[in-house]
């Protein structure tokens, strides 16, 4: 087949692959959803919930990037065990204040709308939820069908914490950053 009969062919399968990546991207968040609820769910102390939500998810989050893009531009001057121990510590973070959220029995009333591609693995997923009688709009943006960061009422929840980080990173550099961490994970609850 000569190139200029399977270009067009490219073209038109294009919008297609993307439509595929949106439908997996939705249905990926729907899973994760359910498996996080169904956890929450079976776990009475609310004390062993994030430990509970952790594998799960660690499989449909991914903490390196999230941690990454927290950190900013002073993550290249992390070393890499520099770089293990903030991903760990963030994760923790983030597991832990997530978990807070729930009440084990009440699930939130979510509306998954028309998720939107923007470009080469990334999907935006948006949502509407009612908990406990407050309505929140919250959008999951995914990259190769992980969840990378949470907008939660507009306000993304990296960018959040980027601000605190960044300033972490420029008083004390890595070790700034990891102490920092460190200082919110082991507080109480």
Known sequence: MTLRYLFPLLLAAAPLAASAQ???AQTRLKTAVTEVLAVADRTANRGALPERLRPVLQKYVN????TKRAVGPGWRQFTPAQQQAASKLFSTLIIRSYSGKF???EHPD???KPAVSLGSDRVDVPTSMVYKGSHYTVV???EQ???TDVV???VSLVANYRSQLDAQFKKGGANGVISSLTQSVSRPQ
Do not use: K, S
Not at 63 to 66: A, H, I, K, L, N
């Open 22 to 24: 949106v439908a997996e």
């Open 140 to 142: 999951y943006r995914m």
């Open 63 to 66: 903490f390196d990037t999230m």
């Open 145 to 147: 069908m992980h969840i």
């Open 110 to 112: 979510i509306t998954y």
């Open 103 to 105: 009440t084990p029995g």
């Open 152 to 154: 939660i009422e507009g």
